[in-house]
């Protein structure tokens, strides 16, 4: 690749795909488990879990001068691999170099007293793991998922990352693209944002579940200390 008066060539979006794309196929070869970010159109997120993913990165002044930098990256195909893990992902990306470059993202775990205080906040207003998923709950609900102080999604001081890239800046192209490529992946598996945060969705929902049968007891005039089983729990609230 040769360079003109110290800028690199221009390169169309169509090329970056092919080029893109052309690697995804290789390393596929060798890796059938490979997970690349594919969209379709330019939008990176349609669920409401993907969009509150991106809300909150694009909300932190810290992150404002170069998250954006990743929206073309991962739109043209450039994250050609994200793992999500509990409370790591893992992403390989495409630049400039002939190598994609290895990028890593820890999130500190989110403390069992916030995650207590989210789970009695929430009290009998999710019914169900799917209701969960699909974002089909209270609006009071999606402020308090979305809070700064207490909420479910991490602030930067929470994310931690590095790129195997030449960039020292505090966040490379590459980081933002991974970091858009998990809103991507949320938006198709809303539940691994759970895995990432490393809590138990369905706690989330038994509890809330537990709350909603004891005021149903309570409202027949009935008492009881008895908990319910697993089985109960799938049957009378799908989880």
Request: proline letters at 4%; aromatic letters at 10%.
């Amino acid at each position: 690749m040769s360079y003109y008066d110290g800028f690199a060539p221009y390169v169309s979006v169509a090329e970056k795909k092919a080029k893109a794309d052309k690697q995804i196929a290789k390393l596929k070869k060798k890796n059938p488990d490979l997970a690349p970010i594919l969209l379709e159109g330019r939008t990176i997120a349609k669920s409401w879990w993907g969009k509150a993913w991106n809300t909150n990165l694009e909300s932190y002044a810290d992150y404002a001068n170069r998250i954006d930098r990743g929206k073309s990256y991962v739109r043209n195909h450039a994250v050609l691999d994200l793992q999500i893990l509990p409370g790591k992902v893992k992403g390989l990306v495409q630049g400039t170099s002939s190598k994609p470059y290895q990028i890593e993202i820890s999130i500190d775990e989110l403390n069992q007293k916030r995650w207590k205080n989210l789970t009695a906040l929430c009290n009998h207003r999710i019914s169900s793991l799917e209701e969960l998923a699909a974002g089909k709950f209270p609006r009071e609900l999606e402020q308090l998922f979305t809070e700064r102080s207490y909420g479910l999604f991490p602030s930067p001081k929470e994310i931690h990352f590095s790129c195997s890239c030449p960039d020292y800046a505090y966040m490379c192209k590459h980081v933002a693209a991974v970091l858009y490529g998990v809103g991507a992946r949320i938006d198709e598996n809303p539940l691994l944002f759970f895995t990432l945060r490393n809590v138990d969705m369905k706690d989330l929902i038994r509890r809330s579940a537990e709350s909603r049968m004891k005021g149903m007891l309570k409202n027949a005039g009935k008492k009881t200390d008895r908990v319910m089983s697993e089985k109960e729990m799938h049957d009378i609230f799908g989880i």
